[in-house]
Nanobody, 120 residues
Framework: VQLQASGGGLVQAGGSLRLSCAASGSTSSTYRLGWFRQAIGKARKSVATITRNDGTTWYVDSVKGRFTISRDNAKNTMYLQMNSLEPVDTAVYYC??????????????WGQGTLVTVSS
């Protein structure tokens, strides 16, 4: 499975961005998709996940109500709509795909990062 992330950029606080993650290859082997982010000097942390079959979602508390994860199985693409962005959201965002349906989200496949910078 290959993942290609895109959509990062520079935005002012309060603005919006939409990240995309296009998948190719044996995508049927993956059950959960999600986004991580890593700020400078900090560990990579999970932001949101979605199951490929029924679209069940999970969000870290800090983005609830602001970020929306979605997927289009026909296009093999996952999205992260980010609204009301804050400077603390500045990070490199990575998409991932997990072959496990339960347990901690630990991607077996990773996309390259896309940088999101939120200015104050």
């Amino acid at each position: 499975v290959q993942l290609q992330a895109s959509g990062g950029g520079l935005v002012q606080a309060g603005g919006s961005l939409r990240l995309s993650c296009a998948a190719s290859g044996s995508t049927s082997s993956t059950y959960r998709l999600g986004w991580f982010r890593q700020a400078i000097g900090k560990a990579r942390k999970s932001v949101a996940t979605i199951t490929r079959n029924d679209g069940t979602t999970w969000y870290v508390d800090s983005v609830k109500g602001r970020f929306t994860i979605s997927r289009d199985n026909a296009k093999n693409t996952m999205y992260l709509q980010m609204n009301s962005l804050e400077p603390v959201d500045t990070a490199v965002y990575y998409c991932g795909a997990d072959r496990r349906i339960t347990g901690t989200f630990r991607p077996d496949y990773w996309g390259q990062g896309t940088l999101v910078t939120v200015s104050s």
